[in-house]
């Protein structure tokens, strides 16, 4: 395994950061959850692949969750979404070379890893409200009657992560290209 650099992994720790203030500045009504939080999980993994994908999925949302509830048995329900994203994503990013584009293959992965996020955390759910909640009787009824509106939300985030990753991918690729040279010019300059 290829080690990680100083600079990865400071990108992994904002993107985790990130990721932790926009699931803070979630919009939620009952068990419906609108939020970005999955942003910066897809970038890190667009970015870097699949290991950093899941560590920014993991860390920003377990940090999250802590924040918001602090640590309860269900915790890993909600954190085990966004590392599989995370792993996905970046797997997918791995298989196109990490050359993102506008286009439908970024948007059938988007839209896959939406409708990835979105089972697992149904999953989560019913989960939470059976076994942790007691609560079975309304739960299955809630979870269908909900499910049109979180794919409207789906379809809503793949439309706007397609046009904003592409270029949002090139800016932080130039940005850490930029940071790396001169990196690399001031370690030589001490040196000499």
């Given at each position: 395994m290829k080690k990680m650099s100083i600079s990865r992994i400071t990108y992994d720790a904002v993107l985790a950061a990130i990721?932790?203030?926009l699931g803070y500045l979630a919009f939620n009504l009952g068990d419906f959850k609108f939020t970005f939080e999955n942003l910066p999980v897809i970038v890190a993994a667009?970015?870097?692949?699949?290991v950093d994908g899941m560590l920014?999925?993991?860390?920003?949302?377990f940090l999250s969750q802590m924040i918001r509830y602090g640590v309860e048995l269900s915790t890993p329900l909600w954190v085990i979404p966004y590392i599989v994203s995370g792993l996905f994503m970046g797997l997918c990013a791995k298989g196109m070379n990490y050359k993102i584009t506008v286009g439908w293959k970024l948007s059938l992965i988007l839209?896959?890893?939406?409708l990835i996020v979105t089972s697992l955390?149904?999953?989560s759910l019913y989960i939470w409200h059976n076994f942790l909640l007691e609560n079975s009787a309304a739960t299955m009824l809630s979870l269908i009657i909900k499910l049109p509106a979180k794919i409207a939300v789906i379809i809503i985030k793949?439309?706007?992560y397609t046009f904003i990753l592409p270029p949002l991918l090139l800016a932080l690729r130039k940005f850490s290209k930029e940071i790396n040279e001169r990196?690399?010019?001031?370690?030589?300059k001490d040196k000499g």
């Open positions: 990721c932790v203030v667009l970015l870097f692949g699949p920014v999925g993991g860390l920003g949302v839209l896959i890893d939406g955390n149904t999953v793949v439309a706007a990196t690399s010019r001031s370690i030589e």
